[in-house]
C-alpha cells in the first residue's frame, strides 16, 4: 500500500499521467526501495509515543545516511526529556505570541446584521 501511494503521489508531482503508472511502481519496487526493519529505541511508558515518533521522524530527514547504516539512533534516557522541553519552550512562545497579536491587533467593529 505504501509503495502504491509513493507511485501515486509520483505520478502527480512530476505532472506524468496514468500511462506512466508502470514505471512509477518500478520506481518504489523492492529492488528499487528495499524495505528495512530497524531496531529502534522503544519507550518504557505509555505516553511517550508522539514524541518518539516526532523525534525518529527528525533523525530520519536530517541523518538519513547515518541511520541507515544501522548507527544508534539516539539515548532515549537523555534524547526524550529534552526533546519534551524543547516543544513545551515552543508552545509558550506560541502562546507569547499570540497574547502579543491579541493586545495589539486593531479592533474590527462590524455592523449589527438588519433583517432584510
Not at 502579543?100 to 467593529?109: Q, S, W
Request: with cysteine.
Amino acid at each position: 500500500a505504501v509503495r502504491a501511494w509513493l507511485a501515486a503521489e509520483y505520478l502527480e508531482e512530476s505532472g506524468q499521467g496514468a500511462e506512466q503508472w508502470g514505471a512509477a511502481q518500478e520506481r518504489f519496487s523492492p529492488p528499487q526501495m528495499p524495505f528495512r526493519c530497524m531496531s529502534v529505541p522503544q519507550q518504557s511508558n505509555t505516553t511517550d509515543c508522539g514524541l518518539f515518533m516526532l523525534h525518529y521522524v527528525e533523525r530520519f530527514v536530517q541523518h538519513s545516511a547515518s541511520v541507515l547504516k544501522g548507527k544508534k539512533w539516539f539515548d532515549p534516557n537523555v534524547t526524550i526529556p529534552k526533546k519534551r522541553e524543547h516543544i513545551r519552550q515552543l508552545i509558550l512562545g506560541f502562546e507569547e505570541e499570540v497574547m502579543e497579536l491579541k493586545c495589539y491587533a486593531p479592533k474590527v467593529v462590524t455592523p449589527p446584521v438588519t433583517p432584510a
